[in-house]
């Protein structure tokens, strides 16, 4: 067998590996949504970002991806989900979730949460009160 014919059945592998356990993952993987905007108290953050998954929920990290609150909003039943943000492994434009669904407190929970997040949902934007009593507005794309 020639030298070209091995690195070609090994690279042939390697993709077709890769391939196999990404598709096994695909609910696991959060995409970065490039156009979405996120403002807390009504000023732009430049930290903040906003992941998607294929089941079109959003997670939202309100302060940067080394620290602050994690949001996911479940676009499905219009709710927030507060996640514990260690739940996820930050990869530059994707995150993975260790678990699925991702475990989270529910802002329908009134007793874990404490407060009410007032949740206003339109087309193109939510809009909550988070944890620490900011008020979050986050601008979604690819609806």
């Known amino acids: 067998m020639s030298r070209l ?23 696991h993987w959060w995409w970065k949504t490039m156009w979405s905007r996120v403002f807390v108290n009504g000023e732009y953050s430049e930290q903040a970002s906003v992941l998607r998954n294929a089941d079109g929920d959003f997670l ?11 949001y996911i909003y479940y676009s499905s039943s219009k709710d927030i989900g507060v ?9 530059g434009l994707c995150a993975y979730s260790k678990d699925l669904p991702v475990p ?23 809009e909550f009160t988070g944890m620490d009593g900011e008020r979050i507005k986050v601008f979604r794309s690819n609806l």
Do not use: C
């Open 5 to 27: 014919r091995k690195i070609s059945i090994f690279f042939g592998a390697f993709f077709l590996i890769g391939g196999l356990l990404m598709a096994i993952t695909f609910r």
């Open 60 to 70: 939202i990290i309100a302060n940067g991806q080394d620290h602050g609150a994690a």
């Open 83 to 91: 996640p514990d943000i260690t739940e996820f492994i930050f990869l």
């Open 104 to 126: 989270a407190v529910m802002s329908s929970n009134r007793i874990k949460i404490e407060t009410d997040m007032y949740i206003v949902e339109q087309n193109e934007w939510v």
